[in-house]
Nanobody
Framework: QVQLVESGGGLVQPGGSLRLSCAAS????????MGWYRQAPGKERELVAT???????NYADSVKGRFTISRDNAKNTVYLQMNSLKPEDTAVYYC???????????WGQGTQVAVSS
């Protein structure tokens, strides 16, 4: 069993920055990927960024050059540094972890990000 808890969301002005954190607890072992997804009102949940145990990353085209994903394996924590935020980034951001061998996926409860002046 794995639990994920996101933090760091809030209200920020366009062009501002936020840093999201997601701490995982429980049975964390083996090869896995942690990621951030987001869901805006009336839209489907979409991938933002993922990072593997070894540090390989993948980003949605809409956030490339603005967002940076990182992880601290010792703390089982993944981060999302969001710069140059746009109103279109407004959404609930969800953290997840996917285990490669078992295929199991766990999700956090989400943290709200609002970009508005």
């Amino acid at each position: 069993q794995v639990q994920l808890v996101e933090s760091g969301g809030g209200l920020v002005q366009p062009g501002g920055s936020l840093r999201l954190s997601c701490a995982a607890s429980g049975s964390i072992s083996g090869i896995n990927a942690m990621g951030w997804y987001r869901q805006a009102p009336g839209k489907e949940r979409e991938l933002v960024a993922t990072i593997t145990t070894g540090g390989g990353t993948n980003y949605a085209d809409s956030v490339k050059g603005r967002f940076t994903i990182s992880r601290d394996n010792a703390k089982n924590t993944v981060y999302l540094q969001m710069n140059s935020l746009k109103p279109e980034d407004t959404a609930v951001y969800y953290c997840n972890i996917r285990f490669y061998v078992s295929g199991y996926v766990y999700w956090g409860q989400g943290t709200q990000v609002a970009v508005s002046s």
